[in-house]
C-alpha cells in the first residue's frame, strides 16, 4: 500500500517552463487538477512530499495551499532526502511512489517500488519508469498517477465522499 508520494516540480507539477518578469520575478504555472488530487490524497490520510532541486517561493507558497506535508527544496540529492523522509516517517521505500520527469529524479526512483513519469518525461527516464502517464508534466500528470493509486488501493469511492457529498 502506497503511503508517501514524492513529486518533482519543474516537469511534473509544472510543464518545466521557467518565465522571468521583467522584474526578475519568476513565474510558474500549476495545474488545478493537480492541486485537487493532490490535496485529496492528504484528506484521505495519505502523506505527500515535495523533492526539488531548485528553490521556489512559488513552490512554497503551492505546497502550503495543498497541505503537503514535506517540501524539500534545494535538494541535490534528491535519494538521500527520500530515505530521511522515510526513516522520519517509518515508512518502508516499498510504500513510497514517486513521479519525476528527469535524471536528477533517477536516484529516487530506482529505490520504490512504484514510480511514474508524465508523458513527455527525459526517454530514458520514460522507460524505466513502472508506470508510464499519458499526460504530460504540468498537465494533469500528477493527478493521473493519483487517481491509479486511489483505484488501485479501493479509495477512489473514499475520494468520491469527500467532494460529492
Excluded: H
Excluded at 507558497?61 to 540529492?77: F, H, M, P, V, W
Excluded at 529505490?111 to 524505466?128: E, L, S, W
Amino acid at each position: 500500500m502506497i503511503e508517501l508520494i514524492v513529486i518533482d516540480v519543474d516537469g511534473t507539477l509544472t510543464d518545466g517552463k521557467i518565465l522571468y518578469s521583467s522584474e526578475g520575478a519568476e513565474i510558474k504555472a500549476f495545474n488545478i487538477k493537480d492541486g485537487l488530487m493532490i490535496k485529496s490524497w492528504n484528506m484521505l490520510g495519505k502523506k505527500s512530499a515535495i523533492i526539488t532541486g531548485r528553490v521556489s517561493n512559488m513552490v512554497e507558497r503551492r505546497a502550503k495551499e495543498l497541505s503537503i506535508t514535506y517540501i524539500e527544496q534545494g535538494i541535490r540529492n534528491k535519494e538521500e532526502k527520500l530515505k530521511e523522509i522515510c526513516e522520519k516517517e517509518n515508512i518502508s521505500l516499498k510504500n513510497v511512489a514517486v513521479i519525476g520527469d528527469d535524471m536528477n529524479d533517477y536516484g529516487m526512483m530506482k529505490n520504490v517500488k512504484r514510480t511514474f513519469a508524465p508523458f513527455d518525461a527525459n526517454p530514458f527516464i520514460y522507460d524505466f519508469v513502472s508506470d508510464p502517464l499519458t499526460k504530460k508534466g504540468g498537465e494533469g500528470a500528477v493527478a493521473e498517477m493519483i487517481e491509479i493509486l486511489l483505484k488501485e488501493e479501493n479509495l477512489y469511492d473514499k475520494f468520491l465522499d469527500l467532494w460529492v457529498n
